[in-house]
């Protein structure tokens, strides 16, 4: 593509020595730059790619894209800020792929990966293809295998990129995709057209970043203020911010609502738990449905709701979506069973809200005579606040506690796991055991766990990885406890 037509919809501010080149391809690593691509100087918290650009010059760029001149006899845009800009350019340069796509985008503190996942499974049973893009990264379908992502939402010209993969190479016209605050923040997902947008919860997450509530809901926001008259959105009517995200959608979108406690346009009535999973009632409008989930969890039900909640949205017949959601296992790394003598459970919950819903559907289903323990940790160069607030959930709900390391990256260890303790009323070492090597963690539970007891090891879910101060290691709390305990 030619350099003025890829700016040709651009708002840019200036252009230094410019002539027409042909641009083939995007690139903001100047390591990863090849022979004709536009190289995007972004400037971010640690690094200004402005530094880089003879660098990517010298790996074959052509053209620059810019926030003020750099002194390089080369093709430069100058716009006022790279890390916007890149998505219009990505979205030009890939032909604006979301325009010939059903593009469902999902976003909350909690629920995502799985809310995306069902949907994904409603569309299958109803025999049409649907890809999906997520924490795992992404898949064309429920079968296949999942293939790299760095991101929940990956950066623009890698996300623009695989959009126009899934539809003219695979043939797939729907694609459900999460959507996280920082994509939105930083517009990775710039110059996508949602035809649907639904809203799981808003919870304490990411504070180190928004650093307050307000920020983090603004963030979120953008997502359903973008949306066009006929398009859709979910909201989950029972989330205290569910009213102020439906103050903000724009007029001629189509809202639907779910819940449980509050009214909503799908609900849930008659909720009980096992150990095989979840039954309750699915209330919409007159009609009521018996529904019977392999998952468990109070979350499970809201997950399945607003799962519900879309393909009713979607026009698909809601006893295809229930058949679709009633045949699922689960999702990797949710409320997921990897031994059940003792019963232990391994879940994604890193957030206070995420922990105090995991711990309380644990509850559910742990005997009598049984104990509840609770194996967790928080990262490292993350939001400080939310760790004693885990403390205080973990102590209060579980019978005993592990305390140990989650990724710590840059941080001290044995600090993080001081500012979780801070949360505690005490410290008794007959109720809590203090091991900051989670694998070494995980081994304690063999001696403090019996047969009837529950155990939630919480925080990294389906990573298979640690990241520390000098190496990221594999390590899979799954692997690991299948180690220590009989696997199912």
């Not at 505690?424 to 963690?441: C, F, H, I, Q, Y």
């Given at each position: 593509?030619?350099?003025?037509?890829?700016?040709?919809?651009?708002?840019?501010?200036?252009?230094?020595?410019?002539?027409?080149?042909?641009?083939?391809?995007?690139?903001?690593?100047?390591?990863?730059?090849?022979?004709?691509?536009?190289f995007i100087c972004l400037v971010g918290e640690h690094t200004d790619g402005h530094e880089y650009a003879q660098m990517a010059i010298d790996n074959g760029a052509v053209a620059l894209l810019v926030e003020h001149p750099v002194d390089i006899k080369i093709p430069q845009v100058v716009v006022s800020n790279t890390r916007h800009k890149i998505a219009d350019i990505a979205d030009r340069f890939y032909s604006r792929p979301s325009l010939g796509l059903n593009l469902i985008g999902i976003t909350g503190t909690n629920g995502k990966t799985t809310v995306t996942h069902l949907i994904q499974r409603i569309f299958e049973e109803n025999s049409q293809k649907c890809?999906?893009?997520?924490?795992?990264g992404y898949k064309l379908s429920s079968k296949g295998e999942y293939r790299d992502a760095?991101?929940?939402?990956?950066?623009?010209?890698?996300?623009?990129?695989?959009?126009?993969?899934?539809?003219?190479?695979?043939?797939?016209?729907?694609?459900?995709?999460?959507?996280?605050?920082?994509?939105?923040?930083?517009?990775?997902?710039?110059?996508?057209?949602?035809?649907?947008?639904?809203?799981?919860?808003?919870?304490?997450?990411?504070?180190?970043?928004?650093?307050?509530?307000?920020?983090?809901?603004?963030?979120?926001?953008?997502?359903?203020?973008?949306?066009?008259?006929?398009?859709?959105?979910?909201?989950?009517?029972?989330?205290?911010?569910?009213?102020?995200?439906?103050?903000?959608?724009?007029?001629?979108?189509?809202?639907?609502?779910?819940?449980?406690?509050?009214?909503a346009d799908v609900s849930a009535k008659n909720i009980e738990f096992s150990l095989n999973g979840a039954e309750f009632t699915l209330v919409t409008g007159s009609n009521e449905y018996k529904v019977s989930l392999h998952m468990n969890g109070m979350f499970s039900i809201y997950n399945v709701l607003a799962a519900v909640t879309t393909a009713i949205a979607l026009k698909i017949d809601i006893k295809i979506a229930l058949k679709a959601l009633e045949n699922i296992k689960g999702v990797a790394g949710r409320f997921e069973v990897v031994a059940k003598k003792p019963l232990v459970i391994v879940d994604y919950a890193h957030t206070p809200d995420g922990l105090e819903n995991v711990l309380n559907s644990a509850r559910e289903i742990t005997p009598k005579a049984g104990k509840l323990i609770c194996l967790f940790g928080c990262g490292g160069d993350r939001d400080a606040t939310k760790r004693p607030k885990m403390g205080a959930i973990a102590e209060k709900i579980a019978d005993k506690i592990v305390i140990t390391s989650d990724n710590p990256r840059s941080e001290d260890p044995q600090q993080i796991?001081?500012?979780?303790?801070?949360?505690?009323?005490?410290?008794?070492?007959?109720?809590?055991?203090?091991?900051?090597?989670?694998?070494?963690?995980?081994?304690?539970?063999?001696?403090?766990?019996?047969?009837?007891?529950?155990v939630v090891i919480a925080g990294k879910g389906h990573e298979d990885y640690q990241i520390l101060k000098d190496k990221t290691i594999h390590f899979d709390d799954r692997e690991e406890a299948r180690k220590v305990f009989d696997a199912v």
């Open positions: 593509m030619k350099l003025e037509e890829l700016i040709e919809y651009l708002d840019y501010k200036d252009l230094i020595n410019f002539k027409s080149v042909e641009v083939s391809g995007i690139s903001y690593n100047s390591k990863t730059t090849k022979k004709g691509d536009i890809a999906l893009i997520g924490t795992l760095k991101h929940t939402t990956p950066q623009a010209p890698e996300l623009q990129a695989t959009l126009r993969m899934i539809k003219d190479v695979e043939k797939i016209d729907n694609v459900v995709m999460e959507v996280s605050s920082h994509a939105l923040e930083q517009n990775r997902v710039g110059g996508c057209r949602f035809d649907g947008a639904v809203f799981t919860n808003l919870t304490q997450d990411h504070l180190d970043y928004h650093i307050t509530m307000e920020n983090y809901f603004n963030a979120k926001a953008i997502l359903f203020k973008n949306l066009k008259e006929g398009n859709f959105a979910v909201i989950n009517a029972d989330d205290e911010y569910g009213t102020k995200f439906m103050d903000i959608i724009p007029e001629g979108v189509n809202i639907y609502t779910y819940g449980i406690r509050n009214k796991i001081t500012d979780i303790i801070a949360g505690l009323k005490s410290v008794n070492p007959e109720k809590v055991t203090v091991e900051p090597d989670r694998g070494r963690a995980i081994e304690l539970l063999k001696d403090i766990a019996n047969n009837n007891d529950v």
